[in-house]
């Protein structure tokens, strides 16, 4: 099932996930994954979450060109990319930081949403 990329925009300012993740199954839906890097930077959200991409005709030269943070060849390399990056973050905070409570307006209850 196509998501509009739109969908993913809106959820991401509401979520602000750690990463946003797509897969693309035929060549002519990789674009989307390019609109979705230029909408998320557009929403002024993009610094704020990794994105992952994968799928079978995507590439990591795909994902690099269209700026995604990871590329992920399988369902495997995604868990373990995933696992590795998250873990990175984490290890790289402040231990005196609250993490990313800290960073939530508690008045919009939106992590993302610009204020």
């Not at 995507?58 to 390399?77: C, F, H, L, Q």
Request: overall charge negative.
């Amino acid at each position: 099932m196509d998501v509009p990329v739109e969908a993913f925009v809106i959820m991401a300012i509401e979520l602000c996930p750690d990463v946003v993740a797509t897969s693309a199954l035929m060549t002519i839906t990789m674009t989307n994954q390019m609109v979705l890097e230029k909408r998320l930077h557009e929403a002024g959200i993009r610094n704020k979450m990794k994105t992952m991409i994968g799928g079978r005709p995507v590439t990591e030269a795909w994902a690099k060109r269209i700026g995604a943070d990871i590329y992920s060849a399988n369902a495997k390399d995604a868990v373990e990319k995933l696992n590795a990056s998250l873990s990175i973050e984490k290890d790289d905070k402040d231990p005196n930081e609250n993490g990313r409570q800290s960073e939530i307006n508690v008045n919009e209850g939106l992590c993302c949403k610009s204020t």
